[in-house]
């Protein structure tokens, strides 16, 4: 079944510490996204891709980093200048950048910090 | 900037009753999706809206992108038990010559059985 897998499900980072996260999919769509979700408040976003080999900052990309090197492929890595990274992080991703096109999700990835 | 007001946080309902939330803003949306998220999962989409006055259903679920594109509600209608869960709007503009979607901050659905 095509679909966005991402891993690990939950991940643990200690101070000073960048980790990845994982986001592959299988719908080979153009476009991919990554967002934050925490308690209360509606998704931000991060980062996202138009095409492979582009990406470009969203809201609140300070102390994050990307890199579509494949289509397939948008992972994300949160640095140790992500001060308050603990959080559950979705991967998205459309057929298209821009109009009219509905966005998919991946199951996340829930990141919290020893 | 742009955000979506989502109304109501939380309800209980009975099985068997409809129920109904919506999203609100200042801002003009050329696009309206609405998602399901269960715990510790990501969400899935229900519906997508892509026109003003569009009325669209999905089984049980009835969503319409309002006339004036600033709004849109989401119907579930006689709920069971596996309704429960949170459902988010996100709305779709063109903002700082950008495409984006803005999302609502969900309505938390308890159904009693």
């Known amino acids: 079944d095509g679909g966005i897998t991402q891993s690990p499900k939950y991940l643990f980072r200690k101070e000073g510490q960048n980790v990845t996260l994982s986001c592959e999919q299988n719908?080979?769509?153009?476009?991919m996204y990554w967002y934050r979700q925490d308690p209360g408040q509606g998704l931000r976003l991060i980062y996202y891709?138009?095409?492979?080999?582009?990406?470009q900052k969203g809201d609140i990309a300070e102390g994050y980093s990307v890199s579509r090197e494949k289509k397939e492929s948008f992972p994300l890595t949160v640095t140790s200048a992500q001060k308050n990274p603990t959080a559950f992080y979705l991967c998205?991703?459309?057929?298209?950048?821009?109009?009219?096109?509905?966005?998919?999700f991946g199951d996340g990835t829930r990141l919290s910090i020893l | 900037g742009q955000q979506l007001n989502q109304s109501p946080q939380s309800m209980f309902i009975q099985e068997g009753e409809d129920v109904s939330m919506n999203c609100t803003s200042s801002?003009?949306?050329?696009?309206w999706l609405w998602y399901k998220q269960d715990p510790g999962e990501g969400p899935v989409l229900l519906i997508a809206?892509?026109?003003?006055?569009e009325l669209t259903s999905n089984g049980r679920l009835t969503a319409q992108f309002g006339i004036t594109r600033k709004d849109s509600f989401l119907n579930i209608s006689a709920s069971i038990p596996s309704d429960v869960g949170i459902y988010f709007c996100?709305?779709?503009?063109?903002?700082?010559?950008?495409?984006?979607?803005?999302f609502g901050t969900g309505t938390r659905l308890k159904v009693l059985a």
């Open positions: 998205a991703s459309s057929r298209k950048w821009g109009v009219n096109q509905p966005q998919h």
């Open positions: 719908l080979n769509h153009d476009a």
């Open positions: 891709s138009q095409i492979v080999n582009d990406f």
């Open positions: 801002s003009i949306f050329n696009t």
């Open positions: 809206l892509y026109k003003a006055g």
């Open positions: 996100a709305g779709h503009l063109l903002t700082s010559g950008t495409y984006k979607y803005i």
